[in-house]
């Protein structure tokens, strides 16, 4: 069974920093393009980072470039996202994807919430 969960998310103040985990079971997670994304409130969902199969090249929005990381442990099945910096308009449900490197197959987790408020 193919699973996707994600930890790491909470209440942090303007200027913190919170580290979100997704640990992936059920398939072969060294052959899927790993995606954060995130959906705020009456807004569309968007891809915050991404990161390739083998972890060696990566893909940032604009708007977390620099303040963000993208990471992943193949041999632990997780990829990681290092928030940094975090501002208010930071606040939503992130979510986790993974992207089959070749072929359709497409997995999303249930989603962290992350609020940034003083």
């Known amino acids: 069974q193919v699973q996707l969960v994600e930890s790491g998310g909470g209440l942090v103040q303007p200027g913190g920093s919170l580290r979100l985990s997704c640990a992936a079971s059920?398939?072969?997670?060294?052959?899927?393009?790993m995606s954060w994304y995130r959906q705020a409130p009456g807004k569309e969902r968007e891809l915050v980072a991404a990161i390739t199969s083998a972890g060696t090249s990566f893909n940032y929005a604009a708007s977390v470039e620099g303040r963000f990381t993208i990471s992943r442990h193949n041999a632990e099945n997780t990829v990681y996202l290092q928030m940094n910096k975090l501002k208010p308009e930071d606040t939503a449900v992130y979510y986790c994807k993974a992207g089959h490197r070749f072929g359709p197959q497409l997995y999303w987790g249930q989603g962290t919430q992350v609020t940034v408020s003083s």
């Open positions: 059920g398939f072969t997670f060294s052959n899927y393009v």
